[in-house]
């Protein structure tokens, strides 16, 4: 599992993939190029963490945000096998559709693939036709939760023209792919002291980890009497901080910019927004970083329940 408490160099610059010096980033690149040209890729032009290619003829483009997280966390002499296992895995992946299409008609083979997974809105509002063909909810402001099939070496969204065929209603797809996803995940639920009080994190090394926020009543470390402070910086992390009295003042000075920097360096980045987790419901905190300075702007609800709260009692 990696490490959520890792320090990073403060000397960094980024380059539109991830918080790399120079030198790294020329060296990531360079790794990368070599890996898929050794695959028999031509390679074209790098924008917005998208790098063009084209195989026998075919157009085809590579997103390297994730990949470069998980080298920035990691030794360079690692860089390597990583950047291997990512287009090995990539690879497998066009096997695991193959296979899939075999059998995509028949709801009773594929049902326990069935799944769900948290999407950023930028990630379904990208260039193309993904948003028209998914099947999403949303119940987290700016976040998805996107039925997916869970194959053994990716996830991709259910197109709604492979689940019209299903005959199933999107409540009983939705309702299977809950299930499915929450027997998947063994979290394991660590406890660290920060300013304030002790805020849970709850990890795994499942992809589709974060999806637990929508089970967070199962969580008694994360639920305060007056709601919980809930971020999901990455695909792997969910943050929780039990709101009982006025010390949550004390601890969204630290808790928020924590966030911002899990979201920020992956992998898997998902949101840097703050929420409020009361009666069911995610509602945003709205706060900005500027010049190390953090700017707090939550809306009259979220003030009013301030208001009613006790001084710590020790």
Not at 15 to 36: A, C, I, Q, T
Not at 194 to 213: H, Q
Request: hydrophobic share 40%; net charge neutral.
């Amino acid at each position: 599992m990696f490490n959520i408490f890792k320090k990073t160099d403060p000397q960094q610059i980024t380059l539109g993939l991830e918080n790399f010096s120079k030198s790294e980033y020329d060296d990531f690149m360079k790794l990368v190029r070599s890996d898929l040209e050794g695959r028999g890729f031509v390679i074209g032009d790098i924008k917005d963490g998208f790098l063009t290619t084209k195989l026998d003829g075919k157009d085809e483009s590579f997103g390297l945000v994730n990949l470069a997280q998980n080298c920035k966390l990691a030794k360079k002499s690692d860089w390597p096998q990583i950047i291997k296992g990512h287009f090995d895995a990539l690879a497998r992946s066009k096997n695991d559709e193959a296979d899939l299409q075999k059998n995509l008609t028949d709801f009773n083979k594929i049902k326990d693939l069935i799944a769900i997974q948290l999407y950023p809105d930028d990630y379904l509002n990208a260039p193309g036709e993904l948003k028209k063909e998914v099947i999403t909810r949303n119940s987290i402001p700016g976040v998805n939760n996107t039925l997916v099939l869970d194959l053994p070496s990716s996830i991709r969204p259910v197109k709604s023209s492979e689940a019209k065929v299903w005959n199933k209603t999107e409540d009983e797809l939705f309702a299977l792919a809950f299930n499915n996803t929450f027997n998947k995940i063994k979290p394991e639920i660590i406890e660290q002291q920060m300013p304030g009080g002790k805020v849970a994190f709850i990890t795994s090394d499942n992809f589709l980890t974060a999806v637990l926020v929508l089970n967070l009543k199962k969580f008694a470390q994360c639920l305060g009497t007056h709601g919980s402070l809930v971020s999901i910086p990455t695909r792997g992390v969910i943050m929780c901080y039990p709101i009982n009295d006025l010390a949550v003042v004390k601890a969204i000075s630290s808790y928020a910019p924590f966030v911002s920097k899990l979201n920020a360096e992956g992998p898997g980045s998902l949101s840097p927004k703050l929420f409020w987790f009361q009666d069911d419901k995610f509602t945003d905190l709205p706060y900005k970083l500027e010049n190390g300075k953090l700017n707090f702007a939550p809306p009259q609800n979220f003030l009013d329940m301030l208001n009613k709260l006790e001084e710590p009692k020790n």
